[in-house]
């Protein structure tokens, strides 16, 4: 039923294979020039410096907030939609058109709408998938505004209380 999607995930593995493969040799050189860079700086500067990397937080060099499960719920959801609005289209189209069926003299216009469910199928979870994701990017965007103007406000009110 879902035949059409196999060259799509056999492509799209075979690109995210080489993109990994490609990565992992580009770190590797980045990784060896710090290595080399840290070999050469001299022995004083490193007096404190205990051989371990400290566990704790830098602001500067954390990553900004993740929305990784928002992403996949809201994907997930948008399938479930997708997936469900195409059963009720299928749904509509074979068994709610009887009438015609029976004044047709051939039985092609089941034929063809049963030819057609994968292309249903396949477009409702796409175009939901991807409204879902645009959903979530909307999501992410206005908790990111809400998250500087409250930073900012912080900001503000610790700069009022100094003066």
């Known amino acids: 039923m879902f035949s059409f999607l196999a060259p799509i995930c056999v492509t799209a593995t075979i690109c995210l294979t080489v ?9 590797r050189k980045e990784r060896n020039m710090f ?16 051989g371990r990397m400290p566990f704790t937080r830098v602001p500067e060099l954390e990553r900004p907030w993740s929305f990784v499960a928002l992403r ?4 997930l959801f948008g399938i479930g939609v ?5 059963y009720f289209i299928a749904d509509i189209n074979i068994y709610t058109n009887e009438d015609v069926l029976l ?11 049963k030819e057609s469910l994968p292309v249903i199928y396949g477009s ?15 999501i992410e965007q206005q908790v990111l505004r809400q998250r500087d103007k409250a930073e900012s406000q912080k900001k503000n009110d610790t700069i ?3 003066i």
């Open 19 to 27: 993109y990994k493969l490609f990565e992992l040799f580009v770190r």
């Open 35 to 50: 290595v080399e860079k840290l070999s050469e700086i001299p022995v004083e500067n490193l007096s404190g410096f205990s």
């Open 72 to 75: 996949t719920g809201m994907l």
């Open 82 to 86: 997708g997936l469900l609005v195409g």
């Open 103 to 113: 004044q047709a003299r051939h039985r092609t216009y089941i034929n063809m709408v």
């Open 124 to 138: 409702s979870v796409l175009f939901f998938g991807g409204l879902s994701l645009v959903g979530s990017f909307l």
């Open 160 to 162: 009022g209380g100094e």
